[in-house]
Nanobody, 127 residues
Framework: QVQLVESGGGLVQAGGSLRLSCAAS????????MGWFRQAPGKEREFVAT????????YYGDSVKGRFTISRDGAKNTVYLQMNSLKPEDTAVYYC????????????????????WGQGTQVTVSS
């Protein structure tokens, strides 16, 4: 199986930036699509961004489009989420996820394709 470990979360003021990392280990030879999701207390898990196995294609949720950037380093088995212009509403636990098989974007923005999840990292944006 694949293990995912997120890092880089923390406390930041509104307008600031933060970069999250997700390191993958285990069966990393497969061509996994990767995704970032977030969840605030009392709310459903929300899609943030996804990237295909090669890093050539990305897609973002409307709430973060233009502010967040997802990328990956295949040699390091790591995916990143660069978060700029952070807002208090970005406060949530951020989860990294991996999908063994990719589908259409309408599928990849749901949690269903992702079989592996990290433990989550807390991001808090103060106003």
């Amino acid at each position: 199986q694949v293990q995912l470990v997120e890092s880089g979360g923390g406390l930041v003021q509104a307008g600031g930036s933060l970069r999250l990392s997700c390191a993958a280990s285990g069966r990393t030879s497969s061509r996994y699509a990767m995704g970032w999701f977030r969840q605030a207390p009392g709310k459903e898990r929300e899609f943030v961004a996804t990237i295909n196995w090669s890093g050539s294609s990305t897609y973002y949720g409307d709430s973060v489009k233009g502010r967040f950037t997802i990328s990956r380093d295949g040699a390091k088995n790591t995916v990143y989420l660069q978060m700029n212009s952070l807002k208090p509403e970005d406060t949530a636990v951020y989860y990294c996820a991996a999908a063994e098989r990719s589908g259409s974007i309408t599928i990849m923005i749901t949690v269903r394709p992702y079989g592996y999840w990290g433990q989550g990292t807390q991001v808090t944006v103060s106003s």
